[in-house]
Structures are given as C-alpha cells and as structure tokens.
C-alpha cells in the first residue's frame, strides 16, 4: 500500500520537493479538460513532478462524453496529449451529469476510451465512486469485469495529513476488486496551496498483474496491396488480425490479448470483430479492410 495525489488545474503547488519530503510517493495527473485541451497545469504538474522525483503513475480525463463518437475524440486527445509525457495510463473518471442515464450506451464509450488506450500501448482504468456505480456501472458489471478500478469514498470530511492513517477498508464495497481508493478530498500537504485528494493504491504499479504479451511492436506480415474480407487466407488476413490482437479483440479464455488467435483466416468471427473497430474509430462499418481502415488502423499502432 502507497500513497499518493491526483491533481489538476486546482491544485497550485508551489513546492514539488516539499510534497514529495511530505510522504506524496506517487502522483496521477489530469490531462484534458471539457475541450480535449491539456488541462491548465498539466504542463506545470508534469514538469514539477518529474523534477522532484514523484513518480506520474497515471493520468485521468474527466468525461463528458455521451456518445462513443464525443470518446473517441477525447481519448485520441488524451493519448495525443499523456503519452509524449511517458504518461501509459489512462483513467476514465466517470460521474459527471453528462454520462448518467445512458443505459448499455455507457459499455461502447468505455470500450472506446480503452481501445484507444490500448492502441498507444497504455493501460485502462475506470475512475468512479458509488453514487455513479451503483446505478449507472453495476447492472453491466460483467462487461467491466476485467477493467480495474479506482474508488472515491471519504469516510470522513475533516481534514487530513497524508502520513495519517487511512480510513478502515469496511467503507468500501464488498466484493470488488479495487486498484486505489481515493480517501479523502481535504488532504493539506505542505507545498499545496489548498486541498489535496488523497489516494492509497494496493500495488506498487498499478497494473503490474495483467500480463501483456506483445512479441512485436510492429506488424511483421507485409500490407495488403487491396481489400481483406470475409474468406481471405494467408498474410492477408494475418495482417488484419495482427491489428485485431493489438486492439484488444483476439482474447484467451480469460479475456487477455492472445497472439496464437491470429490464424491467418478472415471468417465470420474477423468480420465481426473488424466492424467492431470500425465502428469504434468512425470508420464505415462494413468488416473490409480497405485502403482508408489500414490507413487509420497503421496511425494507431
């Protein structure tokens, strides 16, 4: 268990070493605001944290995003913005009005953000507390299940020390899995001007047990020279899986990527999970492969 801070345009830190000389052993930052921008001070927390030795151990977005077309603009901002930083975690913070109410809708938005954290090579987690959960997360549990998660709940409201003790485990929900615990929102640290959100996180590294299997960071079949559709074989088709693997759609059993699934056949099952990437990126969803999918799909990875 470590403790640390998430911070953004309201945290003014006017002495990064003294935070860190104040027990703060890692930081998530804010990326984006409401206008995919880099948020104010991400620039400024950024270079503060890395020159007073606080390890960036992730970044979040609060979201706005009601429709997967309005997540696939923030989360390529998002990448744009985090990953020349070394930032390689993306955290979806999910309460806002904005993203209530919109039923299975909220599944293909969340699924948007995480492919295209997963395509820039990043991890994916979700940001959210029992008032957005509850009613809003829970009835689709099983389609998060393997997404971590990152829990707001402040047991109490009086304002703490970081180095003070951390709140009894039994506020926080039973039978989930949880990465970090955002604990309190009225943290005073020396060298923050304000209040701090004070987090614990259970590991060292916040993803460190999912294993990622990637014997490549680039395509080793060569480009196919026109369409890939349903019943192509060979390098062709290998091409296209080899990009499926990457976005996340050829799984194992326990729903990690698994590289033996690239086969070297386009059927029915590729055709589906091609339409699902397009769908996802924008592009016309008709499960070919053309010049314009294998063109966005190489940007990506």
């Not at 196919?224 to 349903?230: C, K, Q």
Request: charged share 25%.
């Amino acid at each position: 268990m470590i403790k640390g801070i998430d911070i953004a345009k309201w945290n003014k830190i006017t002495d990064y070493k003294e935070v860190r000389s104040a027990g703060v052993q890692f930081a998530i930052v804010k990326v984006i605001n409401s206008q995919n921008k880099p948020d104010s001070r991400f620039h400024e927390h950024v270079s503060g944290l890395n020159s007073a030795g606080i390890p960036i151990t992730g970044g979040y977005t609060y979201s706005y995003a009601n429709t997967v077309d309005k997540a696939r603009k923030a989360a390529d901002a998002f990448v744009e913005t985090a990953k020349p930083k070394g930032i390689d975690t993306m955290w979806l913070d999910l309460e806002d009005n904005a993203v209530k109410g919109l039923g299975s809708s909220i599944i293909d938005i969340i699924n948007t953000y995480k492919m295209f954290a997963e395509s820039a090579d990043m991890d994916f987690g979700i940001y959210t507390g029992a008032q957005y959960y509850n009613p809003y997360l829970k009835p689709y549990a099983n389609e998060i299940a393997d997404i971590p998660i990152w829990w707001a709940r402040y047991p109490y409201t009086k304002e703490r020390t970081i180095t003070a003790d951390v709140p009894d485990s039994k506020y926080l929900p039973a039978g989930m899995e949880l990465y970090g615990w955002q604990y309190s929102s009225k943290g005073v640290i020396p060298g923050i001007q304000g209040y701090t959100d004070l987090n614990i996180w259970y590991e060292r590294e916040a993803f460190e047990n999912i294993q990622k299997e990637i014997p490549t960071e680039y395509n080793p079949f060569t480009e196919p020279m026109g369409n890939v559709a349903i019943g192509k074989t060979g390098n062709d088709a290998s091409w296209v899986q080899w990009y499926l693997w990457r976005f996340g759609k050829l799984t194992n059993g326990a729903g990690q990527p698994d590289a033996a699934k690239i086969n070297g056949v386009f059927d029915v099952e590729t055709k589906r999970q091609v339409r699902e990437v397009q769908t996802l990126l924008g592009l016309a969803a008709d499960g070919i492969v053309g010049k314009i999918t294998r063109a966005v799909w190489k940007k990506m990875c």
